[in-house]
């Protein structure tokens, strides 16, 4: 089982990017997603989460308004979408796939993960 996240980069503020999470080995379509990030010094923190189907999501405060998470089971893929970037978002972001089915931000909930990938914003 292999949840492989990319798309991140280096990019101005304001700028937009979009991050993949391809699952391979196993379909996660009955699983929550969540991606989390973790910036230099500071301790991982939750993004996004999307419930399974889709029905239901929940970010963070500091992301609300900027970032959309979205899934396509089909594809075994979820993605997220960040406009508006902030040299605050700078971090390595990870996917992962939950234990349970509803939007959860607890880290202590998601038994798969991926390698992550970097997203570095500049002022």
């Known amino acids: 089982v292999q949840l492989q996240a990319f798309g991140g980069g280096l990019v101005q503020a304001g700028d937009s990017l979009r991050l993949s999470c391809a699952a391979s080995?196993?379909?996660?379509?009955?699983?929550?997603m969540g991606w989390f990030r973790q910036a230099p010094g500071k301790e991982r923190e939750s993004v996004a989460a999307i419930a399974w189907g889709g029905g239901g999501t929940s970010y963070a405060d500091s992301v609300k308004g900027r970032f959309t998470i979205a899934r396509d089971d089909a594809k075994n893929t979820v993605y997220l979408e960040m406009n508006s970037l902030k040299p605050d978002d700078t971090a390595v972001y990870y996917c992962a796939a939950a234990k349970v089915r509803w939007a959860t931000t607890q880290a202590r909930l998601y038994d798969y993960w991926g390698q992550g990938t970097k997203v570095t914003v500049s002022s």
């Open positions: 080995g196993r379909t996660f379509s009955s699983s929550a």
